[in-house]
């Protein structure tokens, strides 16, 4: 009932629907772990590659690019428009990084990271690892269908899915590989999704409470997943020696992204 009091119907249901194809492309990638298909470590880090040059490049064309147009629009001067954009990259990439110092988590390599993890299960660290990792795709997606641009809006999030795929698949993966069972794995993987719908109704929530929010949501949602990208999947694609694999993966992500939306958007 609020949201519809600060948000178009319309965009409230464009949001969900996408923040749920997000959520239901993360479940398509554990499909080859239910069916007991094998890949190799240099395919997992490449895919992992894959996925954080889609998110760079949603990053860059899809929410910093427009921020600074609409940002342009509404103040008077380039430096005040730059300014309000990379605050809010700031804001958003040091916010996510408070919550990854402070809510316990592991990676799948690194291992545990966080508060105090003595009393909680293994399994919950990486949920919340996933969650940390998932909630700027899905505020992404709500800022970006909160914003005038519905066709700017579909693209990015038809990026942000297509990199789900793979990351339902190493998150799968992952689990499996530390000892989890197949069923559990693709669970966790599954159920990780669903906080990118409920995170895309907040980013739209957020960004129709004021126009002049747009520019700070697309931007904050830039950080937040520059912060992923660098401190999260980078890494992650790196430490078992397939650097070139996974650089070459950030590449075509990369490119294949930029082409959909300049050809879409």
């Known amino acids: 009932m609020y949201a519809r009091l600060v948000v178009d119907d319309a965009k409230l249901l464009g949001a969900v629907r996408w923040g749920f194809v997000a959520a239901v492309a993360t479940s398509v990638g554990t499909l080859p ?3 007991s298909i094998k890949f190799s ?5 490449a895919m992992l590659g894959f996925g954080a040059g889609v998110m760079l490049a949603a990053s860059s ?8 147009t609409i940002a342009g629009e509404q103040v008077a001067g380039p ?31 690194k291992g545990v990271e966080g508060a105090s993890t003595q009393k909680l299960k293994r399994v919950w660290l990486f949920v919340f690892a996933i969650c940390l990792h998932n909630f ?3 505020l992404s997606i709500g800022v970006g269908f909160g914003g005038p641009d519905d066709v700017g809006a579909r693209v990015l999030a038809i990026g942000i899915s297509a990199q789900d795929i793979p990351e339902g698949l190493v998150i799968a993966l992952a689990l499996t590989s530390v000892g989890y069972g197949r069923l559990l794995a693709v669970g966790v993987a599954v159920l990780s999704g669903l906080i990118e719908p409920i995170a895309a109704i907040i980013g739209v929530v957020v960004v129709g409470l004021s126009e002049a929010m747009l520019p700070w949501g ?30 070459q993966g950030l590449i075509i992500g990369f490119v294949l992204m930029m082409l959909l939306d300049t050809a879409l958007g």
């Open 33 to 35: 772990v239910v069916l």
């Open 41 to 45: 470590q240099r395919a997992n880090d």
């Open 61 to 68: 064309f899809s929410l910093i690019l427009p921020a600074l």
């Open 79 to 109: 430096w005040h428009a730059g300014g309000i954009v990379s605050a809010g990259i700031l804001f958003g990439a040091f916010g996510l990084l408070l919550l990854d110092r402070v809510m316990p988590h592991e990676h799948f390599v």
């Open 136 to 138: 700027p795709e899905g």
């Open 218 to 247: 697309l931007a904050a949602a830039a950080g937040a997943m520059l912060f992923v990208i660098s401190h999260e999947i980078i890494p992650e694609s790196h430490r078992q020696g397939h650097e070139s694999a996974a650089t």
